[in-house]
């Protein structure tokens, strides 16, 4: 039995080496899958990197090959169910091509997201696929570039960065799904979103740092403009950042003179809060409020009614993402892109009909 006090030393390739009876070169070679052996002594490395548990090292691996066979990925909040699917279709993608992954979670904030990256980078990974907080602060990411580190934008775009995006049809995805709820008949509406309220509220959507959002709120925006729908920059609310912050917003929005009889959710943990903060209100979906969310998570299909969604297709997107960045890595000629999924309307039971 192993001593705690005393761990057993890591099996080197020496130690290999010395158990199959060949040279250090020799198993080296054969643990690293480079040069030419006999197929007799390829099997006598490996049975005895077997017998003794040998781990390879990866930081002497990647210095020696250039490579460390690991993509790095930072996701803007690993709790909303949108990144952890996302994740699941970048990693099928990376373990496909023969990747593993690191994932850091940036909580939307732009200094652990320079950390993360920062880390990442001195891990040697061979390539990054990162979800910008800010799309106005590219100092960490222009870095990245300059390191000679591939790169790919996940969900949000900056095309100052000149490098290949992977994202949804935001604007579009809003704009059809507030258009149904005025088809409904529905005139007095609300888009919530969970980023930070600033003071005064929505004066400009050209301010909006993160383009995802911005998209969407462009999308909401046009689709109330193009109904002649009056004031659209005041039924966007901002701030719904967690359920006190949401339960805020929605008293704030339902005590107004016309309160909205519908809300479009900036996506499903904003969704879901709302669906909170209006059963702790009293108010029933679609009777008292209709409602829309962005993604198709697990709690809108199971609830009553079930929710309306916007099906965003985020396996789909980090697949792609994945896919892209492998493509990078092996050096495949590529123009920069900026690749659009679409997504659809999945009409189930919170939208009523008013006013016919």
């Not at 919530?192 to 004066?203: K, N, P």
Request: charged share 25%.
């Amino acid at each position: 039995m192993e001593d705690p006090a005393h761990p057993k030393r890591p099996v080197t390739v020496a130690d290999v080496a010395k158990a199959a009876k060949v040279s250090k070169a020799t198993a080296a070679r054969v643990l690293g899958g480079y040069g030419v052996v006999s197929v007799q002594i390829k099997d006598q490395v490996m049975a005895a990197a077997a017998a003794l548990e040998y781990r390879p090292n990866e930081l002497a691996r990647s210095m020696s090959t250039g490579r460390s066979g690991i993509i790095g990925v930072v996701v803007g909040d690993i709790e909303n169910a949108f990144f952890s699917l996302a994740v699941r279709g970048i990693s099928d993608a990376a373990r496909l091509a023969g990747f593993n992954i690191i994932i850091a979670n940036s909580g939307e904030q732009l200094d652990a997201e320079r950390s993360a990256v920062d880390l990442l980078i001195g891990k040697r990974v061979d390539g990054l696929i990162v979800t910008p907080a800010r799309c106005d602060r590219l100092d960490h990411l222009q870095h990245v570039r300059r390191a000679g580190v591939p790169l790919v934008l996940f969900d949000r775009a900056i095309p100052e960065l000149d490098v290949d995006a992977v994202t949804g049809d935001d604007r579009e995805a809003a704009l059809t799904a507030t258009r149904h709820l005025i088809g409904q008949g529905h005139r007095r509406l609300a888009y919530v979103s969970a980023m930070d309220a600033e003071r005064g509220g929505l004066t400009d959507i050209a301010l909006i740092s993160n383009s995802a959002v911005r998209e969407r709120v462009e999308g909401f925006v046009s689709a109330l403009t193009e109904a002649d729908l009056p004031n659209p920059l005041h039924s966007v609310r901002l701030g719904a950042t967690d359920q006190h912050q949401t339960d805020a917003v929605m008293k704030r929005l339902l005590s107004e003179i016309s309160p909205p009889t519908a809300l479009l959710a900036s996506d499903s943990l904003v969704g879901l809060r709302i669906f909170k903060s209006l059963q702790s209100l009293g108010l029933s979906i679609p009777q008292d409020v209709s409602m829309i969310s962005f993604l198709d998570a697990d709690w809108t299909s199971v609830t009553v009614p079930p929710i309306t969604i916007v099906d965003q297709r985020v396996y789909e997107l980090g697949k792609l993402a994945g896919e892209r960045l492998v493509a990078r890595i092996e050096r495949t000629p590529l123009s920069v892109e900026h690749l659009r999924v679409t997504t659809s309307l999945v009409v189930r039971g919170s939208v009523a009909t008013i006013g016919r």
